[in-house]
């Protein structure tokens, strides 16, 4: 146990929705990461957040957003999903102080979404 | 170009027997980290070792070492004394040295390592 917990486990949704994945981080960790796992892309960064604000950016699309609340829980929004939106979105999480250069980053245990 | 290069697919070793699964990177940073994964078919992403671009010494953590050669920019995983608990998915990944408190993971494409009795 990564000490990241995700909710939900699994998520069935339809085309054209709208769904909220949640992360709480490990404690004492200030950095929440989003990846997104599928088949054709692997595992892609999408977002990172440090201490409720964004830090690095990576493939999301507009349609995805993030957030991290003061709590230091973070949500991934997805809307108006596709089809090719069906992946394993991964939650990570890590202290990242400045100037670490070896911030390791632990996993949640993911949430597997799918669009029909 | 990719970042990280993992060219074995798919590896098949017997128990009890050591096997390396092979990583390559590329990057003009002369900062960066190493990381190795494993994912089992339950899907989470278990951390297993890391290697610092300046580190002296080969990363070891228990039957798991990093064989690091840094003028061929290689860090393969070596397992040894396989188990069939050790089948999975090895991911290889590399963060490089960013300003504050940006970070992020770039990660190859994997190799299914199969252990057999």
């Known amino acids: 146990d990564s000490g990241v917990t995700q909710t939900p486990k699994h998520l069935i949704t339809a085309t054209g929705q709208r769904v909220t994945l949640r992360c709480s981080p490990r404690s004492g960790d200030l950095s929440v990461y989003w990846y997104q796992q599928s088949l054709d892309q692997g595992l892609q960064f999408l977002i990172q957040y440090y201490n409720g604000e964004e830090r690095a950016k990576g493939n999301i699309l507009e349609r995805f957003s993030a957030q991290q609340f003061p709590d230091l829980h973070s949500e991934l929004n997805l809307s108006s999903l596709e089809l090719g939106d069906s992946a394993l979105y991964f939650c990570?999480?890590?202290?990242?102080?400045?100037?670490?250069?070896?911030?390791?980053?632990?996993f949640g245990p993911g949430t597997r979404l799918t669009v029909l | 170009a990719q970042k990280i290069t993992q060219t074995q697919p798919g590896m098949f070793v017997q128990e009890k027997e050591a096997v390396t699964l092979d990583c390559t990177y590329d990057?003009?940073?002369?900062?960066?980290?190493l990381f190795w994964y494993k994912q089992p078919s339950s899907g989470e992403m278990i951390f297993l070792i890391y290697q610092g671009s300046y580190d002296q010494q080969n990363a070891t953590e228990g039957r798991y070492s990093l064989n690091f050669q840094k003028a061929r920019k290689s860090a393969n995983l070596v397992i040894s004394a396989s188990q069939l608990g050790d089948s999975a998915m090895y991911f290889c990944a590399m963060r490089e040295a960013t300003t504050g408190t940006a970070s992020k993971l770039t990660f190859g494409t994997g190799t299914r390592l199969q252990v057999t009795l």
């Open positions: 990057t003009s940073d002369p900062s960066y980290g």
């Open positions: 990570a999480s890590s202290v990242r102080l400045a100037g670490d250069i070896l911030d390791e980053q632990f």
